[in-house]
Each structure stands twice: as structure tokens, then as C-alpha cells.
């Protein structure tokens, strides 16, 4: 499912316009992100959690040369499943 998959079921499921849909599922996914540009957790009982997750720099190698390389550490998003999604998902 894309985004504009996404606004055109929220505009038949809600009986919104399609400006209103776009609108709810552009602030939606504009909380989420805020939030965890923040380092708050995002939980949506019934659908999961989304949260920051910082990695650690490491070594790895690149794998046409076998050259080491160093990764830097990042911070990056992580998406943990609800029970109730990984049940549905089966």
C-alpha cells in the first residue's frame, strides 16, 4: 500500500475529502516523526512502537575488497510489531 493508497482509504473509511484525508495522514506521519526526532517513543497499542535505537561506530569490510572500513555511529528508528499485528499477519 502506498501513501496515496493510504489517504484515498482514510477519505472512503471517514467519509472525509480527499484534501482532509491528505491532510490526516500527512499529520500523522508528521507526529511520528516529530516525536521521535525528539527521542520519545511513538506507542499505538494494537499496532506497535516505534522508538530511536542508537548504534554503536563498528568496523565492517567492504565486500568487493575486503578493504576495513569504519561505520560511524547513528541513531536510527525502529519499529517493534504488537501482539495483535503479528497475529494478523500469520
Known sequence: MT???LIEKV???GDFS???AKEIVEGIFESITNSLAKG???AIPG???FRVVKRPAREARNPRTG???RVPAKVVPK???AKVLKEAVK
Request: charged share 50%.
Open 3 to 5: 501513501k496515496q493508497e
Open 11 to 13: 477519505q472512503k473509511i
Open 18 to 20: 480527499k484534501k482532509q
Open 40 to 42: 520519545e517513543e511513538v
Open 47 to 49: 499496532f506497535g512502537t
Open 67 to 69: 578493504e576495513k572500513i
Open 79 to 81: 519499529f517493534r510489531p
